[in-house]
């Protein structure tokens, strides 16, 4: 089996190490990765601040970048989300405009074939016991657009369930939003702050070393405010853990 990796603009840029993570994760499942270098943004940033036709040329390329893979994995919810709900909305509005199929046509090509790391890995490859070795205690964090858009349930808890050595426990309130919402930090600051300012205060109080998540933008506003607290907590998306071995830890 091969797999194309959509590694998302945020992980390219700031967290290169759970692209790679992903990578060594699936490979020691057997499953060959392909990275096709004309992948860019899907497109998200842009339709969340309302720029519904500036988004349509980015999914079209999306949708060229991937042609002929039949399975497209992403550690990333929130981009999943955004290929497999809004595409095809999307698509159909430029169809009932009268531009012609070609968006809505990209977005049906695509957006079956696009699985978000957790479902890829319980539902397709059908494990939950990775192999991996993770020694800490770890508190998990279900971002909105997996918990809500996606439907993940409990695939990222399974498979850190499984995980040698990992001490999980339950984080209070964790189906609250973390605040931050891509654009929605950046119009609603103090409102933003205020709610990751009480997720970061209940996964404080599990007593975990690691906040857990598998979307890395909601870990880069939890981890900032972890900082700013002086916390000791560390955030970490959920690939880097599955990808850590006995043999091979994490960095």
């Given at each position: 089996m091969r797999a194309a990796l959509f590694v998302t603009c945020v992980n390219d840029a700031l967290y290169p190490r759970t692209g790679i993570a992903v990578v060594r994760l699936l490979e020691r499942l057997g499953v060959g990765v392909d990275f096709p270098a004309a992948q860019s943004c899907c497109g998200q940033p842009q339709y969340n601040t309302g720029y519904r036709y500036e988004t349509e040329p980015l999914m079209r390329r999306t949708a060229r970048a991937f042609a002929g893979h039949e399975y497209v994995v992403t550690p990333s919810g929130s981009c999943a989300a955004m290929i497999r709900e809004h595409y095809p909305r999307i698509g159909r509005k430029a169809a009932a405009e009268g531009r012609g199929s070609e968006t809505a046509d990209a977005a049906a090509a695509l957006a079956p074939r696009v699985y978000e790391l957790t479902e890829f890995l319980v539902d397709v490859l059908g494990v939950t016991d990775v192999g991996a070795y993770f020694p800490h205690t770890v508190t998990y964090h279900p971002s909105c657009h997996g918990l809500r858009g996606?439907?993940?349930?409990?695939?990222?808890?399974?498979?850190?369930?499984?995980?040698?050595?990992?001490?999980?426990?339950?984080?209070?309130?964790?189906?609250?939003?973390c605040g931050f919402g891509g654009t929605f930090a950046v119009k609603n600051p103090d409102v933003s702050t205020a709610m990751g300012t009480d997720k970061i205060t209940a996964a404080a109080g599990t007593g975990a070393q690691v906040l857990c998540g598998a979307d890395n933008s909601c870990l880069a506003h939890l981890d900032g405010l972890l900082r700013r607290a002086d916390s000791p907590m560390r955030a970490l998306h959920l690939a880097e853990i599955l990808a850590a071995t006995e043999e091979e830890p994490l960095p």
């Open positions: 996606l439907g993940l349930g409990d695939r990222p808890r399974r498979l850190l369930a499984a995980v040698k050595g990992l001490d999980l426990v339950e984080l209070p309130g964790a189906e609250e939003c």
